[in-house]
């Protein structure tokens, strides 16, 4: 029984000796999925900033060439067609929809008649 003790001690210094050697890599490790996600989430948040900058771009050209009450005549003359590709049950009454879902996010503070 003397050989098997000598083997499971070497066993658990090598393991021993074998996790302190591996600590400073695990630590890295940890260290870079913590930078990884602040990355990530840093990302994410200036896709949004991104978006909105994109829309409120849209929303100033949009503004210069349809001033005000053209943008409301303009989104009236969609939602008319609107209703009548969906009388007649077509597939692109989908598409004209989020058109003026779009168009209804460039004057929020109007509420078109």
């Not at 090598?14 to 602040?38: C, G």
């Not at 994410?44 to 503004?63: F, M, N, P």
Request: aromatic share 8%; with cysteine.
């Amino acid at each position: 029984m003397r050989w098997d003790d000598e083997w499971e001690r070497w066993f658990l210094q090598e393991a021993k000796r074998r996790r302190q050697e591996e600590k400073p890599l695990h630590d890295r490790i940890n260290r870079l999925e913590a930078a990884l996600y602040d990355a990530q989430q840093t990302i994410r948040h200036l896709q949004a900033d991104k978006r909105e900058c994109y829309e409120r771009t849209q929303a100033v050209a949009l503004g210069k060439v349809f001033p005000g009450p053209e943008l409301l005549a303009l989104k009236k003359t969609l939602e008319e067609a609107w209703l009548e590709l969906v009388l007649v049950a077509s597939p692109k009454a989908e598409a004209l929809s989020e058109l003026i879902r779009v168009l209804e996010r460039y004057f929020p503070d109007q509420n078109p008649g």
